[in-house]
């Protein structure tokens, strides 16, 4: 797939989400689940994080960290809806984005056990506090669809974003990286 296609794919995938991207629709199900995570900056640069850093890894990492995290935020957000709270959740989610965007940037390759408990532990931060926003809204299972379904394809273009372009671009994927974790640091600071 070449860069043109892959962006054009990008475009096609976020265009939908741009018409539902501002509040005032009404909707708490699918569509506001679908669009979360495109306009929460946290959760975008996270997720986008996730996928650039998985690219970044070799053999068995490079399914495992968006899966695990998929997975465990979907454990995190039953645990929120059924009310648990973890301490300094907000900064903690700002602290993923830090760490995430951080790995990139240096593109750290950890052992699998270690990249995978990392990424599981910012997921939990992340489903719990969306979890939380469940039981408030009349669909909350549509809701957490939309919502798992736009993280994954977060997490896909981040990992095309590394996979389809030309290995001259890293210099270009550890900038995404650093930029999102100067933009963590920018949110533990606020």
């Known amino acids: ?14 265009t939908p989400a741009l018409a539902f991207a501002h509040p005032g629709h009404g909707d708490n ?34 399914w495992a960290l968006p899966c695990t995290f998929v ?3 979907l454990i995190g ?10 301490p300094a959740m907000e900064n903690a989610i700002a602290a993923s984005v830090l760490a995430l965007g951080l790995a990139v940037a240096l593109a750290v390759r950890p052992p699998v ?11 939990l931060f992340h489903g719990v506090a969306h979890g939380l926003e469940l039981p408030d809204m009349s669909s909350p299972w549509a809701f957490a669809g939309g ?23 890293a210099p270009l994927v550890r900038a995404l990286g650093a930029l999102s974790a100067m933009a963590g640091a920018w949110m533990l600071a606020a």
């Not at 957000?77 to 648990?84: A, D, I, K, R, S």
């Not at 379904?149 to 001259?168: K, M, N």
């Open 71 to 73: 997975g465990t935020m």
């Open 1 to 14: 797939m070449t860069l043109k296609k892959l962006l054009a794919a990008a475009a096609l995938l976020l």
């Open 113 to 123: 056990a270690l990249a995978v408990a990392a990424t599981a532990l910012f997921a």
């Open 77 to 86: 957000g039953v645990l929120g809806f059924e009310g648990m709270h973890l």
């Open 147 to 169: 919502f798992v379904a736009a993280t994954a394809t977060l997490h896909a273009i981040g990992y095309g974003v590394v996979r389809f372009l030309p290995q001259a671009a």
């Open 29 to 62: 199900g699918l569509l506001a689940g679908i669009s979360h995570p495109f306009t929460g900056m946290d959760h975008l640069l996270a997720m986008i994080a996730v996928g650039l850093w998985a690219a970044q890894q070799k053999g068995a990492a490079r």
